[in-house]
């Protein structure tokens, strides 16, 4: 058994780099956990479900059996919690409405399009696109409210840049999943590994996020005393 | 397809990274213009409370010039006639004569009033010798009866700013006036010192102090600890009150960077 996930790792090893920032960022969150706020807590539940995923996705591969289905609740988990994050953390009620539209509308066609052997069509390509808009609700709210003082030590636009860069990193891919991984004379590990590339830059910049989390708080609570 | 892919998303990140760049270059913007702005407010309120204080220095010192020059003048010469009168009454009615003293010994007080009240109005020590004299003449006109006021300062005070000087003068005047009448203080300390870069002035008494916060609350009293922040504040001045009820108070006021110009010897009270 264990021969069959060294082969895994030697044949994959860019998607178990992308693995190990993931179980590095959970690692940070826990650490940092008395420093979390609600949005980071979701963020935390995130990387932790997907986490879990890619352990069962790890498991199916290496006996060989399709985890395709895994990709499509991976897509699910992020748009969910991501959704959840963002409404947590803009304000304005109007961005709520819109978060919560957009996550109606991925739910639907989560339901319709949904595959247990196939990466599903349109769907993941409706979550990164929402995902790039939720960015822009975030960003848009950073510079209505200006509460933020120092930007670059803020983590949720850390957070966010990270979210913008994964997102329109792997839109093409999954955009046109038809020409790229649903293609049975394409090159599937190729886009697969160019999609983990950018996972791994996600799950990095969370983990740096959740530093940064506690970093600002702790300078909240000395700029209080 | 896999090159048409990666130009797409080579587009796109660059897209994103100029997006992230642009915000945090435009934050960062609006915050310094937002900081710009705050300051300039501040020193417009500053420069606001400057000029309505200066406003009320004019104010009384007109009023005390038009109170020596006019009714000061109006008095002492309703004083000869009233001298005049009697001489004239003096033989004739002696009931006249009386209610011509009684009347002589009101405009006498009249006149010493109006002389105080002059004088008080416009410190003419503080302006001809200086914060440390005006002090000891502050101190020494509030001492009556059970009441004990004293000036401690250090031996070297520097010749500070005739607008820092009168700001100080006026904070411990309002601080002693408010020891005798409101806590009933029976010893007052009026403390002035000077460290390197700022100097201290405090004003402690063994009165029965009061609850700083309930009079904050109160927009109907604690004008004149208001008074004193915003007269602190146009000077850069910080102001701590150690009060409590039941005790005796003690406020420190400090003013750094005072710019002295000359140091001058000053004895110890």
Excluded at chain 2, 228 to 238: A, Y
Aim: aromatic share 10%; proline share 2%.
């Amino acid at each position: 058994m264990l021969e069959r996930f060294i082969q895994l790792i030697t044949d994959f090893p860019l998607w178990f780099i992308s693995d190990l920032f993931l179980l590095l960022a959970v690692a940070a969150g826990l650490v940092n956990l008395s420093f979390l706020n609600k949005p980071f807590y979701w963020l935390l539940i995130l990387i932790s479900l997907t986490l879990s995923i890619e352990l069962a996705m790890t498991i199916y591969a290496a006996y060989r059996q399709n985890n395709h289905y895994l990709i499509n609740l991976t897509s699910l988990v992020e748009m969910v919690c991501l959704a959840i994050v963002y409404a947590k953390e803009i304000r304005s009620p109007r961005s709520r409405m819109i978060i919560y539209g957009l996550g109606l509308i991925y739910l639907i066609a989560f339901l319709i399009n949904f595959e247990w052997t196939r990466i599903a069509d349109y769907m993941i390509g409706i979550q990164r696109i929402s995902m790039i808009i939720f960015v822009f609700l975030h960003f848009q709210s950073l510079l209505v409210s200006m509460r933020v003082t120092n930007l670059f030590s803020h983590a949720m636009f850390w957070v966010s840049a990270g979210v913008l860069i994964y997102a329109t990193g792997t839109l093409f891919v999954f955009l046109f999943v038809n020409k790229t991984l649903r293609d049975p004379s394409g090159d599937f590990t190729w886009y697969m590994i160019f999609t983990q590339s950018f996972s791994g830059f996600f799950y990095f910049v969370i983990a740096l996020s959740f530093w940064l989390r506690r970093r600002e708080v702790r300078m909240v609570e000395h700029s209080g005393l | 397809m896999k090159l048409y892919i990666a130009v797409g998303t080579a587009v796109l990140l660059v897209m994103a990274i100029f997006i992230i760049v642009f915000v945090a270059y435009y934050q960062q913007k609006q915050i310094r213009q937002q900081l710009a702005l705050k300051e300039l407010q501040e020193k417009y309120r500053k420069e606001l409370m400057a000029a309505t204080l200066q406003a009320q220095e004019h104010e009384r010192r007109r009023i005390a010039q038009d109170l020596h020059d006019e009714i000061g003048t109006m008095l002492s010469v309703t004083k000869l006639s009233l001298n005049q009168l009697g001489r004239t009454v003096e033989h004739n009615d002696p009931g006249s004569t009386m209610l011509v003293q009684k009347t002589r010994s009101l405009l006498d007080e009249t006149i010493s009033n109006v002389r105080r009240i002059s004088r008080d109005l416009v410190p003419t020590t503080l302006e001809r010798f200086g914060l440390v004299s005006a002090l000891e003449e502050l101190a020494e006109k509030a001492s009556h009866g059970e009441v004990h006021v004293e000036l401690s300062c250090s031996e070297k005070i520097p010749v500070l700013a005739p607008h820092l000087n009168l700001t100080l003068y006026r904070i411990a005047q309002e601080l002693t006036n408010n020891a005798i009448k409101h806590a009933n203080a029976s010893n007052i300390v009026i403390d002035l010192h000077c460290r390197p870069g700022e100097v201290l002035l405090s004003v402690v008494d063994d009165g029965h102090g009061f609850d700083l916060d309930e009079i904050l609350k109160d927009k109907r009293r604690g004008l004149g600890l208001r008074n004193i922040e915003s007269r602190l504040s146009v000077i850069d001045g910080h102001v701590t009150f150690d009060v409590a009820r039941g005790r005796g108070s003690r406020i420190i006021i400090q003013v750094k960077n005072p710019r002295p110009e000359v140091q001058v010897e000053v004895e110890t009270v």
